[in-house]
């Protein structure tokens, strides 16, 4: 994933009349390279025509695209999506979409759908800050989660940190009110960064003193559970827009 960055500079003694370059438009991924398995590939074939929803400039007929009118839950960057076919398959009566970029992700939780037969999740295969800025009405979802996402350990990275200031303030725009964000991390640094910049953000509401604990619906992933053991937190943060 990557973060808002910050818009690139004329260069100097630039002639007046000479056009600045383009803006980089902000962004909720660094696109990375990956392989895609034999089921991957069928479930993409086989599943993707009815879960996966083409990115579109316009705002879904979501209770029709589900077949029912419920609450509804966004994921950014669901990685291979076992953790999210988990939450699905145990919270039937909440519709999830999953927004991720990357295509063996994508093949890979709809391999998941069809194995336990999930009728409550559907995927985008787009940017998330685009999804949410055209196919998602504002005030209109039960909750959002950001799980994982890349930390960028090097000081000079960490602009590119998804979880900013200006990007948390867009991005509960789109919850009801007592609608929640959900974040998750295993990386200390980032963790307090996040628990600065939701605390500052006025429209949020902190559910404990600090973190939160995990709540059971969240299941441990394969690397967090390897992390565990070899004696690596795990940080949990869950705040909510005020009703």
């Known amino acids: 994933m990557s973060d808002p960055i910050a818009p690139a500079l004329p260069l100097p003694h630039a002639p007046a009349a000479t056009e600045p370059p383009p803006q980089r438009q902000i962004r909720s991924y660094v696109l990375r390279a990956g392989r895609m398995g034999s089921g991957q590939v069928r479930a993409l074939q086989d599943l993707g025509p009815r879960f996966v929803l083409p990115f579109a400039p316009t705002v879904p007929d979501w209770p029709a695209v589900f077949g029912r009118d419920a609450p509804r839950v966004l994921e950014i960057g669901f990685g291979m999506g076992q953790a999210t076919a988990q939450i699905a398959a145990a919270r039937p009566d909440i519709d999830f979409i999953g927004v991720e970029v990357h295509e063996p992700g994508v093949g890979a939780l709809l391999r998941e759908i069809g194995e336990r037969d999930l009728s409550n999740l559907r995927i985008v295969q787009h940017d998330a800050v685009q999804v949410l800025r055209q196919m998602v009405a504002p005030g209109s979802l039960a909750g959002l989660h950001i799980y994982f996402p890349d930390p960028w350990h090097k000081k000079r990275h960490h602009k590119r940190r998804l979880i900013q200031p200006d990007f948390v303030a867009s991005l509960i725009t789109h919850l009801a009110p007592g609608g929640y964000l959900h974040c998750a991390t295993d990386w200390a640094p980032y963790a307090e960064q996040i628990l600065a910049v939701l605390s500052a953000e006025p429209g949020l509401v902190n559910s404990a003193p600090d973190y ?32």
């Open 212 to 243: 939160a604990p995990r709540p059971d619906w969240r299941p441990l992933t394969k690397f967090e559970n390897r992390g565990l053991k070899l004696g690596h937190g795990v940080w949990d943060l869950m705040f909510h827009r005020p009703r």
